[in-house]
């Protein structure tokens, strides 16, 4: 198999394990993948919140489009505004409590999924999966953007 074809098949599979992981985990509010994906960037932004526009310009998204997805999250109690400490006119988006408690509650059962999904390997290859994932981890543009940031001291 060429290398394109393998790199083709990998995005296949991760796509097919994301969405069968997804489906076997219904735990929870029901979230759409844009709200999973705008919740997934506030709680990791920290407890001091993040602003929207930093939001959007994480997700690629276009300020207006990502207004409703806002509005819909905090409905369901999952995110809060915080006034912004540095500037009354804005304001900083963060996780609830609820979310974090239905969060563990999610990841338990992700955990218990993967674990049963896993054990068609061995050990071994379980130990071999694992480095492997992390050295394709370490490569993320992401990951690589954070590594700057902390090696000058941001």
Known sequence: MERSEQVNYLCRAFGRIHRSMLRGNRRGPELRPSEAGTLWT?????????????VSRRMSMARPSL?????ELEAKGLIRRL???????????AATERFRAEQQIRWREHTRLMEKTLSCLSDDETEILCGLLHKIEEALPDRYEERISKEDGR
């Open 42 to 54: 506030i709680d990791h932004a920290g407890d001091g919140g993040i602003h929207p526009s930093e």
């Open 67 to 71: 207004t409703p997805i806002l509005r």
């Open 83 to 93: 006034p912004d400490p540095d500037d009354g006119r804005r304001c900083l988006l």
